[in-house]
């Protein structure tokens, strides 16, 4: 077998660029993510009738892991020999290479497979990259008879950048079974993720059975009532076999019990954890209740320290995630015990009541050798003594307070990291969150994050992917007694192929990125996530040219990344089917709108179209674009509009409306503007005035001061046109502050 210099990998990996020579009769290698040193050579391995699993004791679970793999795609069950050096599969450890965590080394040669890690973790990673090296049918479930079972001859070595390279799964909005649960660690797993932050506790569902307070997934992990009951929990066995499940695939899970607000679900169940101890219930639809665990009781630190003592006892995580986002400290300022304690521990302002309380929780969970980590607002309401973990959602540069304070991070931006957002704002997009602009697969990709060393601040990079805001509409939810599960294919529709960007920026560096290059090797995963029963969202096609004409035609060249999918297209503007044209060469169209076109796979599976949003640039200095009306939207006695502003309006402050009337010759006019979140009115401006094309602009302007992200806001404006409604125009919203 070809020697590999593990030496030049321990001492050079710094230097190492993502290099590979391809021989030219050969493919090019696909893995995601790309290895930092890889070189392909001639030749090919063909995996045999009868395979040999050797494997060091040390990985025994990655060695059954691989065996179960090939046999339920392949049909062929290896045999398994502990300990042993030769086999057609060796996983093995080398003492001498002094490989760091999670490192592997990959040798593919036409005689077998050579896979040597400094531990369990670069075990399974050796592995998964020697399955992205056999055909897509290789994570079949089902035994694929017609497949030829063949790999490239490779030298790899490879470790990753980062020590975290996470997802947030949110089963507390919504809950996802534990077979789900599975699928979803499997498919971190195939990427070399290697955290899951496994958000159980929120308003609207308490998910982890704690036997002291069986009242918490008696009455709090459920929702509604009969046909329309929502909920679930995990039991303590349960988990047990996530976490077994995820150690040999090398997840670690992280339990989030959230407080001090997002407890509701706790509250409904013991309303003495309450500053007031109101009796609620459980919400159906997605709601940020004010309630907040009472700081100020003893009997909320006890129940704190029950609740995480038999968390800590299910999770054997080196950490402990508490959450602590969100948090409106009203309850607090008019507690008399949060008062009290506030007085007695010399704090002047309510929301240092949060700093006492991680504080509190910290010492608990050091007792038992966790760290605590939470969202970032745990580092910045009040002080923390203890050393904690900050996820950084709002901004990346927030990660500078973590170092001021002595504090690690984990960056997780919403501006790039979550996965609850759509990818683009193609009109018949899923239900999703809006309060922050789409994030494509390219911008996930593009994520900044510093090079990782042992006294970095960040310890790696995380993506988030909430539950609340397209579970929860009215819309979307499933029929039981139907055995749906369309909140699992939404999860995976939102959640890919963006994951995989995640895989490729939290393992390598940052200067070895390159988008191309990227979305090439992508191309070959979509096959493989058929295989593996995910129900990822399909690209659409891609313009390779455009030329523009002196007529105002347009025509365009395309491509398709999804390899045996076909292009199919309309010239009409409208979406087109897959009994549309199919396209096999440049299309001219009288105007660039005129086209759609759709990434076809079959009659039932196809993307949303290659799509033109209009042209506001020239509006620019009003804002983004929120509403417009055309005569069919037009009543000619008074009424109202309503229209979504969620994601418009992005914080507390000023903004102004601005209505531009484009053409016809009837008077639009205008009264007052209602903004509100949800169903709270939020301002009001009274108003009684005329937009007609030629006169200036209408503008409105109100304040907001109680914004709450991932919160639907919608503003109503009364308007009618008396003397008929043939008016056309558009509407704006910016922030002034």
């Not at 970032?376 to 950084?392: D, N, Y």
């Not at 096609?541 to 999804?562: H, M, W």
């Amino acid at each position: 077998m070809r020697k590999f210099s593990l030496r030049k990998f321990v001492l050079g990996m710094s230097v190492f660029g993502m290099s590979a020579v391809f021989a030219q009769t050969q493919a090019p290698v696909s893995i995601i993510p790309m290895p930092v040193q890889m070189e392909q050579t001639q030749g090919v391995f063909v995996l045999p009738e009868k395979i040999v699993i050797a494997y060091d004791p040390a990985f025994k679970g990655q060695a059954e892991y691989l065996q179960e793999l090939l046999a339920q795609s392949t049909g062929r069950v290896a045999v398994m020999k502990e300990g042993k050096a030769k086999g057609t599969i060796v996983l093995r450890t080398d003492a001498g290479a002094q490989l760091k965590a999670e490192a592997y080394t990959l040798s593919v040669t036409k005689k077998g497979v050579d896979i040597v890690a400094a531990d369990a973790n670069g075990a399974f990673y050796g592995i998964q990259s020697l399955l992205q090296l056999f055909p897509a049918e290789i994570y079949s479930q089902k035994w694929q008879r017609a497949t030829t079972w063949t790999a490239p001859c490779v030298e790899i070595a490879d470790a990753p950048e980062r020590p975290w390279r996470g997802m947030m799964l949110d089963v507390a909005r919504y809950f996802y079974d534990k077979e789900f649960v599975k699928k979803y660690i499997d498919m971190m797993a195939m990427y070399k993720l290697n955290k899951l932050q496994f958000h159980l506790i929120d308003d609207s569902g308490w998910r982890l059975e704690i036997k002291k307070y069986p009242r918490l997934t008696e009455v709090g992990a459920w929702a509604g009532t009969d046909t329309k009951r929502l909920g679930g929990f995990y039991t303590q066995d349960d988990v047990r076999e996530l976490v077994a499940y995820a150690q040999v695939r090398g997840v670690e899970l992280v339990p989030e019990i959230e407080f001090p607000a997002h407890i509701l679900s706790a509250v409904v169940a013991y309303p003495w954890l309450s500053c007031t101890g109101v009796q609620h219930e459980v919400p159906t639809r997605h709601f940020i209740s004010r309630d907040l665990l009472c700081a100020g009781k003893e009997t909320s630190i006890q129940f704190l320290q029950d609740v995480l003592e038999e968390t800590a006892e299910l999770f054997p995580s080196a950490y402990i995630n508490i959450g602590g986002d969100e948090a409106v400290y009203n309850r607090w300022e008019q507690c008399p015990d949060c008062q009290a304690l506030m007085k007695r521990e010399g704090l002047t302002k309510a929301s240092e009541l949060q700093g006492y309380l991680t504080n509190v929780v910290a010492k608990m969970m050091k007792k038992k050798q966790r760290t605590l980590i939470g969202w970032e607002e745990i580092i910045m309401r009040g002080e923390v003594s203890e050393p904690v973990v900050a996820l950084i959602w709002h901004n990346v540069a927030d990660s500078i307070h973590a170092t001021k304070t002595g504090h690690k991070a984990i960056l997780t931006p919403a501006s790039h990291m979550y996965f609850d957002f759509p990818e683009k704002r193609i009109p018949g997009e899923v239900q999703a969150a809006t309060w922050m602009p789409p994030i494509s697969l390219e911008k996930c990709y593009s994520m900044p994050v510093n090079d990782y060393s042992e006294s970095s601040t960040v310890l790696g990079v995380q993506a988030c992917f909430w539950s609340d805001q397209f579970i929860h509409g009215a819309a979307l939810q499933e029929i039981p007694y139907l055995d749906e599960n369309r909140s699992e294919a939404y999860a995976e529709y939102l959640t890919f192929p963006r994951l995989q960007a995640l895989s490729e920026v939290a393992w390598g560096k940052q200067s070895k990125r390159n988008f191309e290059d990227f979305r090439t090797r992508l191309s070959a995963h979509f096959a493989r996530m058929d295989h593996k029963g995910c129900r990822y969202r399909l690209p659409e096609p891609r313009i390779v040219k455009e030329k523009a004409f002196a007529d105002g035609s347009v025509r365009f060249e395309l491509a398709c990344d999804v390899p045996g999918a076909t292009i199919r297209y309309a010239t009409d503007g409208h979406y087109p089917t897959a009994h549309s044209a199919v396209y096999s060469g440049p299309i001219t169209v009288a105007q660039r709108d005129d086209l759609r076109a759709i990434t076809a796979v079959s009659a039932t599976r196809y993307s949303l179209p290659l799509y033109f949003a209009p042209d506001y640039s020239a509006y620019k200095a009003y804002g983004e674009h929120v509403f417009g009306w055309e005569p069919l939207r037009v009543q000619t006695k008074p009424s109202s509009w309503k229209f979504e502003v969620t994601g418009k309006v992005s914080g507390n402050g000023a903004y102004e409306l601005t209505i531009v009337p484009m053409r016809g010759d009837k008077a639009l006019r205008l009264g007052t503007l209602k903004l509100w979140k949800r169903q709270e009115l939020m301002a009001e401006v009274a108003a009684d005035v005329i937009a007609k094309p030629g006169d200036a602009p209408v503008t409105y302007r109100f304040v907001l001061d109680a914004f709450e992200a991932g919160t639907p806001f919608h503003i109503e404006l009364q308007s009618y046109a008396p003397d008929g409604n043939n008016t056309t125009g558009l509407m704006f919203l910016r922030k002034l502050d």
